[in-house]
Antibody, heavy 126, light 107 residues
Framework: QITLKESGPTLVKPTQTLTLTCTFS??????????VGWIRQSPGKALEWLAL???????RYSPSLKSRLTITKDTSKNQVVLTMTNVDPVDTATYYC??????????????????WGQGTLVTVSS | EVVLTQSPGTLSLSPGERATLSCRAS???????LVWFQQKPGQSPRLLIY???IRATGIPDRFSGGGSETDFTLTISRLEPEDFAVYYC????????FGGGTKVEIK
């Protein structure tokens, strides 16, 4: 059974660095064709993908946020950490982590998020 | 970056009716890369469809996905009370993006 849980501060001041941890069970990030992604959702808004780390330590970032994000994994602890620098009130959102599963299509390999954490609400305010 | 535009923004229907949701991409997307999620208030998104048309485990067959290139569709053949929610499409390509969502509400 795959489960994921996000943890981190609920309140962060503008300009500070936000660090979020995703602790998971039921799979290993050292197993091929697996990834963990971070997605956020501002109140009342749509989902926004942030970053994705793969089993082989390859990483992908949202182009619009790439300069502010860092994603890392600790395979021994079954954790993925996302750091976001220089936060602003517009970064107030529920942050989700999700298990990425590879699917080998006809022409290429893709990943989709099949298990999600419950999300953690982060408020950026002074 | 591929922009996904979902329409309509809100769909007002009655239980038992058919729902057709659209997801239009700003450039061609591989069908393999197109995914649909359902999200209810206060809940995390739930995977419905991957590969544009493959139902995820446990998803009822009243949900079906289709389309190709820039036009994709999620169809709910007969709405059940638990289907009233927000639906998002998402693509995994050169960059990963979500659509703005379609809310299916009770008429």
């Amino acid at each position: 059974q795959i489960t994921l849980k996000e943890s981190g501060p609920t309140l962060v001041k503008p300009t500070q660095t936000l660090t979020l941890t995703c602790t998971f069970s039921g799979f290993s990030l050292s197993t091929s064709a697996v990834g963990v992604g971070w997605i956020r959702q501002s109140p009342g808004k749509a989902l926004e993908w942030l970053a994705l780390i793969y089993w082989d330590d390859d990483k992908r970032y949202s182009p619009s946020l790439k300069s502010r994000l860092t994603i890392t994994k600790d395979t021994s602890k079954n954790q993925v950490v996302l750091t976001m620098t220089n936060v602003d009130p517009v970064d107030t959102a529920t942050y989700y982590c999700a298990h990425g599963k590879a699917w080998f299509g006809e022409l290429s390999t893709t990943y989709y998020f099949d298990y999600w954490g419950q999300g953690t609400l982060v408020t950026v305010s002074s | 970056e591929v922009v996904l535009t979902q329409s309509p923004g809100t769909l007002s229907l009655s239980p038992g009716e058919r729902a057709t949701l659209s997801c239009r991409a700003s450039q061609s997307v591989s069908s393999s890369d197109l995914v649909w999620f359902q999200q209810k208030p206060g809940q995390s998104p739930r995977l419905l469809i991957y590969g544009a048309s493959i139902r995820a485990t446990g998803i009822p067959d009243r949900f079906s996905g289709g389309g190709s290139e820039t036009d994709f569709t999620l169809t709910i053949s007969r709405l059940e009370p638990e289907d009233f929610a927000v639906y998002y499409c998402q693509q995994y390509g050169s960059s990963l993006t979500f659509g703005g969502g379609t809310k299916v509400e009770i008429k």
